[in-house]
């Protein structure tokens, strides 16, 4: 005997995949479009062949065509659902950009201390490697020897003065 | 013809120390990229490319293109060490070089490997060097409507890459060319989707791009993949093939070595490709296909020559044509045009030197990660199992510092987190990153040579069909295009016939 599957779910997910990503690129299709029309328009004698929406609302319209031919024939399975680390993982990111802008290399140390954490890493040595050594090791290749000015912040600021 | 001054210029640029060095340590580099988990060629040289800004333009290509030559080459050892391939390209590398790995002849499997992708990639470049210079003749003559039809031509090989879906990729590389749209329009000068940001002017840059699709997408991907376990095969120690070995292979290194190139000569299609119809067309013509899957060195050679041959077929396009022959070239062409060079057949005239010293670069690389390769494979082995909780936290740092480098713009970091977060949702619902990076790189271009046609066509855009070349490479985008389902329909129809028929 075979084991009970609920396989209701699971349809109805894929259902709801299979219209939603076509309609979504759809959607986000009409608001370019939409934003296309607002672009300005060039007389005649300063136009280069084509007018400055043209060209996108040309692509736009094969993004259309080619979704709605999507809705009908995507035979692709829905994928599994994404483990509580991705969704983890994400929100890093997210908090990533958020202290960047107090400090880019506070973030970059915060993030990847956090991300090591996240991952499985409980050794000492391997987090402060991490979140420590390698964010300066790269601040100081990168200001150093690349000349790369890093903006101001909390951190930076100490050594910039 | 080969421009015999500029042959010798580019190999006497190669007489400089520093470059040298430049070179082992890249070609040192891409072994390591190819052999750690979740970094590959492409990703490796997306990496990279921030590092190479301030130097001149031949080093900072060739390290791109040793990236690009020996991660290809390395994915091998971790597919046969311990059966997963550090590239795409390597996977049917694996259906042979780990049951070899298994039964204790790992270092024969190696050996193997390194022979074929160094006599494949030597093959590659030599045809590089005879064929790119041709080809750049050919489209010297080329006016605005011829280009554009070759650029529509290159982005519809797109809808074959990988295996998803060609709708999908279609649709990846069109949203690519529509970024490419964002910014001041070349033609008119007006701005376009900047919503009043003035770091949107000059459009969306490639290289954070590229850094997010390709890394930080990755990043999301090994999130996933923390449970995978890595075991290694013992390696008691390297035995390379004998003669016997080689006088059974040398053929399919040959035919695999004119596979891969002529795969990676078309526009998109790589390395992976390549693997794959070099290691068909290996176990169709052996004497012995019986062997293939349990340890045949014909395998191994087959796949190894075809993906290390694609790279210098892939660099045919890409520097005579400016269109990319594969995900990894792409990544090179946005370093090209990031250094002011303008890959095209101009290449081959205002700037042969440099083309030169990159194609006799590519031929050291080949012949350095066969000694890098063989005699490390070992160390790089034990490299694999850096794990990835270590790994790609570090990555990240390097991704936004790099991505950061650049124009020295936050904005560039938002970008790259952005097109990351972006990427992975794409990977995840079948949409293949490689057809929107490239879009993105080739969407200016379209857009201009669209619009310069309009003007010498006095915008009767269907004048392009009355000129020969532009109608024969709007002939080969829809076979490119429809060819494969309509064949797939007439296979499927005749099979259904003979079936009926019996």
Redesign the interface.
């Known amino acids: 005997m075979q084991p009970f599957v609920d396989v209701s779910k699971h349809t109805s997910n894929r259902t709801v995949f299979r219209y939603l990503i076509p309609f979504g690129i759809i959607a986000f299709c009409v608001l370019a479009y939409f934003l296309s029309t607002q672009f300005d328009r060039v007389p005649p004698i300063l136009k280069r062949g084509m007018q400055p929406s043209d060209f996108p609302q040309l692509i736009i319209g094969l993004i259309i065509i080619l979704s709605v031919w999507l809705i009908f024939r995507d035979n692709d399975k829905t994928p599994k659902r994404m483990t509580k680390v991705v969704h983890l993982t994400m929100g890093l990111l997210v908090g990533f950009l958020i202290i960047a802008d107090i400090d880019l290399f506070l973030g970059l140390g915060l993030f990847a201390t956090m991300l090591t954490i996240l991952w499985g890493e409980r050794r000492a040595w391997a987090i402060i490697l991490v979140g420590l050594f390698v964010p300066f090791s790269v601040f100081f290749l990168f200001d150093s020897i690349f000349e790369v000015r890093f903006p101001r912040g909390l951190l930076t600021n100490i050594w910039y003065g | 013809m080969i421009n015999m001054d500029a042959l010798l210029n580019g190999l006497f640029a190669l007489a400089d120390p520093y470059l040298l060095m430049l070179l082992f340590a890249a070609t040192l580099g891409g072994v390591l990229v190819g052999a750690l988990p979740g970094l590959n060629a492409t990703t490796g040289v997306a990496l990279l490319l921030p590092?190479t800004i301030?130097m001149e333009p031949i080093p900072a290509i060739a390290i791109l293109t040793a990236i690009y030559c020996a991660a290809t080459f390395a994915g091998a050892i971790t597919a046969i060490l311990i059966n997963t391939p550090g590239t795409s390209a390597s996977a049917t590398t694996c259906l042979d070089g780990y049951p070899l790995a298994q039964r204790g002849e790992a270092g024969r499997a190696l050996g193997m490997a390194a022979v074929s992708s160094t006599i494949g990639g030597i093959i590659s470049v030599v045809c590089l060097m005879a064929a790119a210079p041709l080809l750049a003749r050919a489209a010297y003559n080329f006016a605005p409507p011829e280009y554009f039809a070759l650029t529509v031509f290159g982005l519809s090989m797109l809808a074959t890459i990988g295996d998803?879906?060609p709708?999908?990729n279609?649709?990846s590389g069109?949203?690519g060319?529509?970024v490419a749209?964002v910014g001041i329009?070349l033609?008119?000068s007006?701005?376009?989707?900047t919503f009043g940001l003035n770091e949107l002017s000059e459009g969306i840059p490639f290289v954070p791009v590229m850094i997010g699709v390709f890394g930080?997408s990755e990043?999301?991907v090994q999130?996933?993949n923390?449970h995978v376990e890595r075991k290694q095969v013992v390696m008691k120690s390297i035995r390379l093939p004998n003669m016997n070995d080689y006088r059974k292979v040398w053929k399919t290194i040959l035919r695999s070595s004119g596979i891969g190139t002529f795969i990676g000569i078309l526009p998109a299609e790589g390395a992976t490709v390549a693997s794959m119809i070099g290691y068909n067309e290996a176990k169709r013509w052996s004497k012995t296909p019986e062997e293939f899957g349990h340890g045949s060195l014909e395998g191994i050679a087959g796949s190894e020559a075809a993906n290390n041959s694609a790279t210098g077929g892939a660099m045919v396009p890409t520097l005579a044509l400016g269109i990319p022959g594969s995900p990894t070239a792409a990544v090179i062409l946005a370093g090209l045009m990031v250094h002011g060079l303008r890959p095209g057949p101009t290449m081959f005239t205002d700037q042969a030197d440099f083309a030169y010293a990159i194609f006799w670069s590519m031929l050291l690389v080949n012949i350095l990660f066969f000694f890098i390769g063989l005699w490390g494979a070992k160390i790089f082995a034990r490299v694999t199992f850096v794990?990835?909780?270590?790994l790609?936290?570090?990555v990240?740092?390097?991704s936004?510092?790099g991505a950061?480098?650049l124009e020295?713009s936050?904005m560039d970091?938002?970008i790259a987190?952005g097109s990351?977060?972006l990427g992975f949702y794409m990977r995840?619902?079948?949409f293949s990153v490689v057809p929107m990076a490239i879009g993105l790189i080739l969407g200016g271009m379209l857009?201009t040579r669209?619009?310069?046609?309009?003007?010498m066509l006095d915008?009767k855009w269907w004048l392009m069909l009355n000129r020969p070349l532009s109608l024969f490479f709007f002939v080969l985008t829809i076979l490119a295009l429809f060819g494969p389902p309509v064949w797939d329909r007439i296979i499927k129809y005749r099979l259904k016939r003979k079936v009926a028929g019996k």
Not at chain 2, 190 to 193: A, L, N, P, S
Not at chain 2, 450 to 455: A, D, E, I, R, T
Request: glycine residues 6%.
């Open positions: 590092f301030t998803g879906s709708v999908k279609i649709i069109a949203f060319i529509l749209t329009d033609l008119t007006v701005e376009r989707f930080i990043l999301l999130a996933d923390l794990p990835i909780q270590i790609w936290p570090i990240f740092i390097f936004i510092v950061y480098a020295q936050m970091v938002w987190v990351g977060i995840r619902y079948g857009e669209l619009g310069q046609s309009m003007v915008e």
